[in-house]
């Protein structure tokens, strides 16, 4: 089976840093996405990470660890455009077949 | 243009009705997905294709069926709509690997 669990809202700063962590108990891993969505549109990719260590992609950077079941998504320098929610999903090995964390609402304040 | 593209956009029916939402995609991808997403539950995989001739059910497929018509075309329907099917429906296509993108979603109301 499949749990994935991430905070169910953030509040954070205009300016400031946040993270958004994700924890996982899977029978299977093949990686790791985030992805962002705002209200009423369509889940966009921001990352993937499948070897442990952290990939940092402009502002957004993820971080995988394992053996641990865990990752994070670091946004630093928040701007107000990044109020959204943030989905956590795990890939399993048989295929491409994604199972989704709750998500994580963030709300961005001047 | 979108290369992932849902109609209709949103959808109000009721009860019994059969209701047919349909997904488009120029993006050339073999693997195609339906999803809903309801708050504070994420996005359920309904029914997954990894080609024309290969139709699979995800975590929730009870009162939904799906065609794969072409490549690049994948339909969902819901047979018999019931309120607790009132959700916003996601499509998305991906290669074998990487990620998935999705199309603009239905909201779909089941009165």
């Known amino acids: 089976g499949q749990n994935i669990d991430q905070p169910t809202e953030m509040t954070a700063t205009e300016g400031a840093i946040v993270q958004i962590n994700c924890t996982y108990q899977?029978?299977?891993?093949?990686?790791l996405f985030w992805y962002q969505q705002h209200a009423g549109e369509a889940p966009t990719f921001l990352s993937y990470?499948?070897?442990?260590g952290l990939e940092e992609k402009g502002r957004f950077s993820s971080f995988l660890s394992r053996s641990k079941g865990y990752s994070y998504l670091l946004l630093k320098e928040l701007q107000m455009k990044d109020s959204a929610s943030y989905l956590c999903?795990?890939?399993?090995?048989?295929?491409?077949?994604?199972?989704f964390g709750g998500g994580t609402r963030l709300m961005v304040k001047p | 243009d979108a290369d992932v593209t849902q109609t209709p956009r949103n959808r109000i029916t009721k009860t019994g009705k059969r209701i047919m939402l349909e997904c488009s995609q120029t993006?050339?991808?073999?693997?195609m997905y339906w999803y809903r997403q309801d708050p504070g539950l994420g996005l359920r995989l309904i029914y997954y294709?990894?080609?024309?001739?290969?139709?699979n059910k995800g975590e929730i497929s009870d009162g939904y069926s799906v065609s794969r018509q072409a490549q690049a075309k994948f339909s969902l329907s819901l047979e018999s709509a019931i309120p607790n099917q009132t959700a916003l429906y996601f499509c998305?296509?991906?290669?074998?690997?990487?990620?998935?993108?999705f199309g603009p979603g239905t909201r779909l109301t089941v009165l």
């Open positions: 899977t029978s299977g891993f093949n990686g």
């Open positions: 993006k050339g991808h073999d693997r």
């Open positions: 998305a296509t991906s290669e074998v690997s990487g990620e998935q993108f």
């Open positions: 990470n499948v070897l442990d």
């Open positions: 294709s990894f080609d024309v001739k290969d139709i």
């Open positions: 999903a795990v890939r399993d090995n048989a295929g491409n077949m994604l199972t």
